[in-house]
T-cell receptor
């Protein structure tokens, strides 16, 4: 296992269409995070999972966004009725749980670049 | 909201020069991570600092975590063109490890 993988790497869609992204974390990492990054900014937290449980959702995650991690392994992020403002890089990260959760390092995938026309 | 401010926003230097990037906040973080990101790619972890006053060295990179765990710095000695990238600091803001990122410092090293 070489790291976190994301698919697709790039997605171009028309406004109003639905899109789904996939993230495969590092094996045995039970925490998984989604972030969004726009040009010139650092990544912003969207949501995260401990195994299959979704623990928190950011206010950035409107009701058009849904994330799942059905078996505690890979995760999907779906955006319904896309808008031009959804154009961004969507990043996934995973981390193990060794002890104190806040010190566990997060490892990022290469991201999915979404462009909404 | 705990904000992380990075300075400078942009830094252009010549190969062989030294540089320092700063990451500051009014809030305390349990840990802080530094990443480097290249265009079209995800952030790549450089280091995690946990203890106030901690100094970590990674070849030509030196990372320092402030005594109060509110600020950090990254110093690069004898920069190389391969050091070019967006340097991001991120602090853990809850016990689950949720990260708050700074906006980043774009470093360009020219030959």
């Amino acid at each position: 296992d070489t790291g976190v993988s994301q698919d697709p790497r790039h997605k171009i869609t028309k406004r109003g269409q639905n899109v789904t992204f996939r993230c495969d974390p590092i094996s045995e990492h039970n925490r998984l995070y989604w972030y969004r990054q726009t040009l010139g900014q650092g990544p912003e937290f969207l949501t995260y999972f401990q195994n299959e449980a979704q623990l928190e959702k950011s206010r950035l995650l409107s009701d058009r966004f849904s994330a799942e991690r059905p078996k505690g392994s890979f995760s999907t992020l779906e955006i319904q009725r896309t808008e031009q403002g959804d154009s961004a890089m969507y990043l996934c990260a995973s981390s193990p749980v060794k002890g104190s959760g806040s010190t566990d390092t997060q490892y990022f995938g290469p991201g999915t670049r979404l462009t909404v026309l | 909201t705990q904000l992380l401010e990075q300075s400078p926003q942009f830094l252009s230097i010549q190969e062989g020069e030294n540089l320092t990037v700063y990451c500051n906040s009014s809030s305390v973080f349990s840990s802080l991570q530094w990443y480097r990101q290249e265009p079209g790619e995800g952030p790549v972890l450089l280091v995690t600092v946990v203890t106030g006053g901690e100094v970590k060295k990674l070849k030509r990179l030196t990372f320092q975590f402030g005594d109060a765990r509110k600020d950090s710095s990254l110093h690069i000695t004898a920069a190389q063109t391969g050091d070019t990238g967006l340097y991001l600091c991120a602090g853990a803001i809850d016990s689950w490890g949720k990260l708050q990122f700074g906006a980043g410092t774009q470093v360009v090293v020219t030959p």
